[in-house]
């Protein structure tokens, strides 16, 4: 029988739910059970794909293509599990699929409501990933804040499906936020008693209340939340601000978090930690004591907002652990870079260059004065989608001497469109749809700096693109000292660039940072950081 864990969250967003679920289940995986998680996303989109990072954070990309919030990442990195499509549930998809059946006439003239016929079919979608996959525990994790209208309909379905199970198969967990007024000085617990009070009137009773606060929550804070929220003491659970996300479920689990769960759920898992939770705690330790440190200069154009690149940041923090070596990011907005002097300038003190996806004209010649720099001054570069594209429009501008060479995304005019729609996708552009997503097969030729880097000719990796290296131009490319060193399968499609002439100039159409995990870093990744400190020790 599957058991179930709904975390709700109380008072404001961005509380860290999605670390608090993703560390719940990195705990319980540790304990030897299946587990799962889920993101219901209560907005009216189907999924992320359309959504700007400036409002959303990155948009993750799972194997299946399906384009996720950045929660997903989090739990795919902290349970090492490949997630799918039917993992995010959100509100337009639900409608979607309940409309669709109405116009099919599955209802049989019904009049069709939010309960039962919503509320249904998302129980409906929580019960196929269960079932799918034979999970032990499959957490699911409420997008929003508890009294958003959005997530009535959410909250209203995991009511019924704990009717449904009954007590001791599925347990709520609220996170809150407990604040510090500066002028007291004292932990307020009045945010957290209205928002299970919120709770409590759509009938659903906390089991736990994990109190996020700058520091641990003092013992006469959690009597004061147990009483007034009616939760036994022990289930009332400090989340402080941690140093780093890894060290979360440690904290948690001191704080007794497994435990309650596994007594709630009536679970008994193997009694100590696994091999899981040993690898972990090495690669927590090593995190946490870096013996060198480097500086990476990250050349993006959502650079002022906070999560717009966290699968960087964190397939760098997993390649801190394995060198050992802290990674400083220097985020650097790419139209500051338009100065080719201050663009000098701002890269002279880093040990390499990242250069991320994305989407459209702004910024697009500052990032290409960065790719010139670090080619031209022997700087590793990492280079990723639009990234790898910016290399190859450099390369035909400044190499081959093609002053126009550009995107067709962003110069539909230019003479020289280096990066295209392929032939085949040109009459569909006007349709839409043409985006490239999700785990595609990649053959990468012997001999190859990727080669050596991935140790293999084939691999599979994550995309989401819509352009492409114009084939009319790789073979003069390929001529003039800029390599493809992997391709789709057909060949067709150019996936890793590399110059071999240089210590590390490698660019690819994919992103490897979607399926960078803690205790196994991406290779290209990897191989970036270890050029970077080859770099730094030359450069003494
Ligand atoms: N805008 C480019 C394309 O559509 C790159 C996309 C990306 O960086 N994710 O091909």
Redesign the pocket.
Known sequence: MTKFIIITGGVLSGLGKGIVTSSLGMLLKSHGFEVTAIKVDPYLNCDAGTMNPFEHGEVFVLDDGTEVDLDLGNYERFLDINLCGEDNITTGKVYRSVIEKERAGEYLGKTVQIIPHITDEINRRIWKVADDIEADIVLVEMGGTVGDIESSPFLEASRQLHMEVGHGNLMFIHTTLVPVLDVVGEQKTKPTQHSVKALRSIGIEPDMIVGRSKVELESSTKKKISLFCDVPEDAVISSPNADNIYRVPLILHEEGLTDYVMNKLELSGNNGFDEYMVRWKEFLNAFENPKDKLRVALVGKYCDLEDAYVSHEEGLNHCRAATETEIGIKYIESKDLEDRDNCSKLLSDVDGILI?????TRGIDGKINAVEYARTNNVPMLS??????VSVIEFARNVLGYEDAN?S?FDPKSEHQV?DLLPMQRGIDKMGGT??LGSEKILIKEGTMAHEIYGDTRIQER??????VNLDFKEEIEKNGMIFSGTSINKMRMEILEIPEHPFFVGS?F?PEFKSRPMEPAPLFLAFVKAMLDFKEESK
């Open positions: 991320p996806g994305g989407f459209g990723i989608c639009l990234g790898f594209q995107s995304e990066i985006m490239r995309h989401r693109h819509r352009y492409e159409q992103h």
